[in-house]
Nanobody
Framework: QVQLVESGGGVVQAGGSLRLSCEAS????????MAWYRQVPGKEREMVAT?????WIRYADSVKGRFIASRDKNMISLQMNDLKPEDTAVYYC????????????WGQGTQVTVSS
């Protein structure tokens, strides 16, 4: 198994910044790509940023130019700048399971609230 533990999050005013981190531990040979997702109650979970084990990073259009994702081995971070009320969500760390196609490991989630 792989454990993903997020940290960071909180409450910030619109235009402010927050930083999230996620550390993976356990059977790390079962993961390669890692990602950030977010979910608002009543809506599907959406991808925010996907990071390869190498150098490529893909962002959702809604966060391009404002969010910066980074990776250092088994840890990923998400620097969120110019936050907007619509960024309010629970943010999750994700890592697809290389041993089980279609399955993934998830963190417990961390709440980000942006007040207007």
């Amino acid at each position: 198994q792989v454990q993903l533990v997020e940290s960071g999050g909180g409450v910030v005013q619109a235009g402010g910044s927050l930083r999230l981190s996620c550390e993976a531990s356990g059977s790390l040979f079962r993961v390669n790509t890692m990602a950030w997702y977010r979910q608002v109650p009543g809506k599907e979970r959406e991808m925010v940023a996907t990071l390869s084990a190498g150098t490529w990073i893909r962002y959702a259009d809604s966060v391009k130019g404002r969010f910066i994702a980074s990776r250092d081995k088994n840890m990923i971070s998400l620097q969120m700048n110019d936050l907007k009320p619509e960024d309010t969500a629970v943010y999750y760390c994700n890592a697809p399971d290389l041993w089980n196609a279609g399955e993934a490991f998830w963190g417990q989630g961390t709440q980000v609230t942006v007040s207007s």
